[in-house]
């Protein structure tokens, strides 16, 4: 939304650290409870989670995502963005720990029986077909129930939890411009508007 003139985030619009704390714990449980079972749900729904929290792709760029545009090899750690906004194309680095998820991931598809050559998408329905942006997001819907997530919380809310995670661990404006492939900076300092309202509220907090 605009205040003055000028593009701010609301806080209905993002993941608190305790919200993404809880997502992130029932992904794991829930995908560790899947896999011993033989299921894929959860399994798709944590790495679904993973990439979007920890990699602030959009909807439409994680439902476009094909196995070879992970990055995961040896030296690599990053994953291809084909189609981001604009119809431009990028990349983004991701962790250790994401790494080592799309790689367990890969095998598993594999495992499962699917096709994971370069071209191939990524993450598949139960009909086997690639997920729609609105399949994703009604997929987050049904985790967020699980978790008790605020009804009026999107997939998008774990992009924008993700710039301000970054942007509160490296103080880095440009880093966080660069990872969120944001053109203009000044998209990139709503996150830091964020921050201040969260440092005010310490402070207000402090006797």
């Not at 994680?62 to 084909?82: N, T």
């Not at 993700?162 to 944001?182: D, G, S, Y």
């Amino acid at each position: 939304m605009k205040t003055n003139g000028k593009w701010c985030l609301d806080r209905q619009k993002y993941l608190t650290s305790e919200q993404s704390k809880h997502l992130v714990e029932y992904c794991q449980q829930a995908s560790e409870y899947d896999a011993a079972r033989d299921r894929k749900n959860m399994v798709i729904g944590w790495i679904m989670v993973h990439i979007g929290i920890s990699a602030g792709l959009r909807v439409a760029e994680i439902a476009d995502l094909r196995c070879g545009d992970c990055c995961v090899g040896y030296g690599q750690s990053h994953i291809i963005v084909r189609n981001g906004k604009g119809g431009k194309r990028g990349e983004v680095i991701v962790g250790k720990e994401l790494k080592r998820h799309l790689k367990a991931f890969l095998a598993a598809k594999k495992a499962w029986g699917e096709d994971i050559s370069d071209d191939a998408y990524l993450l598949l329905s139960k009909q086997s077909e690639p997920f729609t942006t609105r399949g994703l997001q009604v997929k987050f819907k049904a985790i967020g129930r699980k978790v008790g997530l605020p009804k009026y919380l999107s997939m998008h809310s774990m992009r924008h939890h993700f710039a301000i995670a970054l942007l509160q661990a490296t103080k880095n404006l440009r880093l966080v411009q660069k990872q969120m492939r944001h053109s203009n900076i000044g998209t990139t300092t709503i996150y830091a508007d964020v921050l201040d309202e969260e440092i005010q509220g310490a402070m207000d907090g402090m006797k």
